[in-house]
């Protein structure tokens, strides 16, 4: 068993580098991403259960107790996408953009913050109660707020029909939140808290099986549309920071800082697979495209920004 662990302890130690590493050996591996393309609903799956089955229930049963923190954070995490989302379809009108870009946009604002958002709160040893709380409670929530939030952004149907999309996410949700409740009933909390590196290693595996994954398409998409794939990378990167800003500069008066600041990685980096995942072959080539480009900010992030976020970790 050691033989396992302790490879998983040693990435998950080096866990930012890791993240940023795993996006570019996905791209230098586009032969394996065509293959590893049914694998996204699988890694999307045990992202969401990791996520509650290590959440602390204690801190959050006191983060709910006194709740105004909880609930500025979902109302942050749900509505601050939208406008963001809103206002750049406002500047720059739809029928201008790629429909696909569109609807890439549309599922950035209703999906749920990305999961790995409290994961990287722990790498980074930052109080990440109020981020667990607000996570679990969108995600829990986006199987019936994402799709028809989709469709009224869409101005119209999303490429499935909305009661399917419903049905699906709450089978990958649902299912993967009652996986976690068993997984903490047979091996118990503190055993999993015991495990915290082994975990976050087995996180950078799932991370790179993922990048494989989403990177189907885009080496070829580098070399035959570089210009549509500059333009999409420049949009992802624009909302992840546009994120980080507009939660600093909106929560700093109402917030701690160190969870300002997991706002603002909430805001801009979005769970899109899970509804990627949902849509399946519905989703069209160049969303998928959008998508995949919109992990390089994610995959990347951690690294970039942590000089910043030694700022916020709790003090040893």
């Known amino acids: 068993m050691n033989l396992l662990l302790a490879p998983l302890a040693f990435l998950g130690r080096y866990g930012t580098q890791g993240f940023a590493l795993s996006i570019f050996m996905g791209l230098a591996l586009p032969q394996f991403a065509a293959a590893a393309r049914p694998l996204l609903p699988v890694t999307i799956f045990l992202f ?4 509650f089955a290590r959440a602390d229930l204690v801190a959050l049963k006191a983060a709910l107790a006194k709740p105004g923190a909880v609930l500025l954070a979902v109302g942050w995490l749900i509505v601050a996408p939208v406008l963001m989302v809103l206002s750049i379809l406002t500047v720059f009108p739809r029928e201008s953009l790629d429909p696909g870009l569109v609807l890439g946009l549309v599922i950035v604002a209703a999906a749920p913050p990305i999961m790995s958002g409290p994961a990287m709160a722990m790498m980074f040893n930052i109080e990440p109660t ?3 709380a607000a996570t679990i409670i969108t995600t829990s929530a986006s199987p019936f707020i994402a799709p028809p939030l989709a469709e009224l952004l869409l101005g119209g149907p999303v490429p499935l029909d909305r009661s399917v999309l419903m049905l699906r996410m709450l089978g990958l949700i649902g299912g993967a939140i009652l996986a976690a409740i068993l997984f903490r009933a047979v091996v118990g909390y503190e055993r999993i808290k015991a495990v915290k590196s082994e975990l976050d290693g087995f996180g950078v595996i799932m991370y790179f099986l993922f990048a494989i ?4 398409g885009v080496t070829n998409a580098f070399v035959t549309r570089p210009g549509k794939v500059f333009l999409f990378l420049g ?6 920071i546009a994120g980080f800003l507009l939660a600093w500069l909106v929560l700093r008066p109402f917030m701690k800082p160190g969870d300002c ?17 949902a849509l399946g072959a ?10 995949a480009l919109a992990q390089f900010p994610i995959y990347l992030m951690p690294q970039l920004i942590k000089p910043i976020a030694k700022r916020f970790a709790a003090r040893p």
């Open 282 to 291: 519905a989703t069209p080539e160049t969303t998928f495209l959008f998508f």
């Open 130 to 132: 109020v981020l667990i």
């Open 261 to 277: 600041f997991l706002m603002g990685y909430g805001t801009g980096q979005r769970n899109m697979g899970a509804l990627i995942a």
């Open 213 to 216: 994954a989403a990177m189907d």
């Open 48 to 51: 969401v259960a990791l996520t």
């Open 235 to 240: 949009v992802a990167f624009a909302i992840v």
